[in-house]
């Protein structure tokens, strides 16, 4: 069966500070990847998604970066954090065609000081 | 451009009663799936059910149905019987194959949901 893992869980930061968060996605192959970010109360916002190696696509322009590096290896980051990238941050993962749902990582709840 | 609105911040329902979470959407396809997910306090994000714009026929997982109104790009949530462990944020997501050649997800602000003992 299918897993996506996303750590770390609880990461806190000082402002300016570089940030990488990982995800990694296991019983699959050329899934399509994605990065939101949840504002407390909040809905989602996509930030990022890639449908393969090396072809990422950006949502909103912002402080942040992403890659994908292998397959199934989706990394968020930044060079120097700002006060405003606090947040809740979520991967997913879908496999390809319209019917297919997305299915989330746990979270990675970052906190900047 | 594709939205989706959630015009219900926050509902309450009775224990073991029944609720509906509304949720509209605007769009020009004519296909697409909508879902809804919940993210109870963990926030681990859960799907909950999916419909095929194509079927006219309602989805139903167990206590959780949809009423799919396609005409009136409206998809809400009815949950039966409600328990305790439903209290969470419920989210309506609408998928489409955007001109990029991307399967993409747009989902609503979202609902909280509080169930009463």
């Known amino acids: 069966s299918q897993t996506i893992h996303q750590w770390p869980a609880t990461l806190v930061q000082p402002v300016g500070s570089p940030l990488s968060l990982e995800c990694t996605v296991e019983?699959?192959?050329?899934?399509?990847l994605y990065w939101y970010r949840q504002a407390a109360g909040r809905g989602l916002q996509l930030l990022f998604y890639?449908?393969?190696?090396?072809?990422i696509s950006s949502e909103v322009p912002q402080n942040l970066s992403a890659s994908r590096p292998q397959d199934r290896q989706f990394i968020l980051s930044s060079k120097k954090l700002l006060l405003s990238d606090s947040g809740f941050y979520l991967c997913?993962?879908?496999?390809?065609?319209?019917?297919?749902?997305?299915?989330f990582g746990d979270g990675t709840r970052l906190s900047i000081l | 451009a594709q939205t989706v609105t959630q015009s219900q911040p926050e509902m309450s329902v009775q224990e073991a009663e029944t609720v509906t979470l509304s949720c509209t959407y605007d769009?020009?396809?004519?296909?697409?799936?909508l879902f809804w997910y919940k993210q109870p306090p963990s926030r681990q994000m859960i799907l909950v059910i999916r419909?095929?714009?194509?079927?006219?026929q309602n989805a139903t997982e167990n206590r959780f149905s949809v009423n799919f109104q396609k005409a009136a790009k409206s998809f809400s949530l009815k949950i039966s019987d409600s328990q305790l462990g439903d209290a969470a944020m419920y989210f309506c997501?609408?998928?489409?194959?955007?001109?990029?050649?991307?399967?993409?997800?747009?989902f609503g602000t979202g609902t909280r949901l509080k169930v009463l003992a």
């Open positions: 997913a993962w879908s496999a390809q065609g319209l019917d297919q749902p997305q299915h």
């Open positions: 019983g699959t192959s050329n899934p399509n």
């Open positions: 890639s449908v393969g190696i090396g072809q």
């Open positions: 769009t020009s396809e004519s296909d697409y799936y």
């Open positions: 419909q095929e714009a194509y079927k006219q």
């Open positions: 997501a609408y998928r489409a194959l955007f001109t990029s050649g991307t399967y993409k997800y747009i």
